[in-house]
């Protein structure tokens, strides 16, 4: 009952930078724990950065420093700002919410979006 649609990805030369944006739609009343992950050819998925309600915030290792996630609750969107791109971080990068909606009762939605493809080459 909850859709996600992302945008934003491509490809880009390493140094550049990228935004992604994953927004949510459907009869959303609220939205706890937004994500973003990725998942490299051969490799696991794995967390790229996350946010809570408080807006406190949780980054991989690999992209602390370069990576920032934000999100605006207004729009039930969540985005994450990518610089200083290497070509490690080529992957699908997927969002992923957590939250509640409404349909006839209050139901808990875990949500992820289609994925976008993040390419960082020369």
């Known amino acids: 009952q909850v859709q996600l649609v992302e945008s934003g990805g491509g490809l880009v030369q390493p140094g550049g930078s990228l935004r992604l944006s994953c927004a949510a739609s459907?009869?959303?009343?609220?939205?706890?724990?937004m994500g973003w992950y990725r998942q490299a050819p051969g490799k696991q998925r794995e967390l790229v950065a996350a946010?809570?309600?408080?807006?406190?915030?949780n980054y991989g290792d690999s992209v602390k420093g370069r990576f920032t996630i934000s999100r605006d609750n207004a729009k039930n969107t969540v985005y994450l700002q990518m610089n200083s791109l290497k070509p490690e971080d080529t992957a699908v990068y997927y969002c992923?919410?957590?939250?509640?909606?409404?349909?006839?009762?209050?139901?808990?939605?875990?949500?992820w979006g289609q994925g976008t493809q993040v390419t960082v080459s020369s």
């Open positions: 946010i809570t309600s408080g807006s406190s915030t």
């Open positions: 459907g009869s959303i009343f609220s939205i706890n724990a």
């Open positions: 992923n919410l957590q939250g509640f909606y409404y349909s006839t009762i209050y139901r808990a939605f875990d949500s």
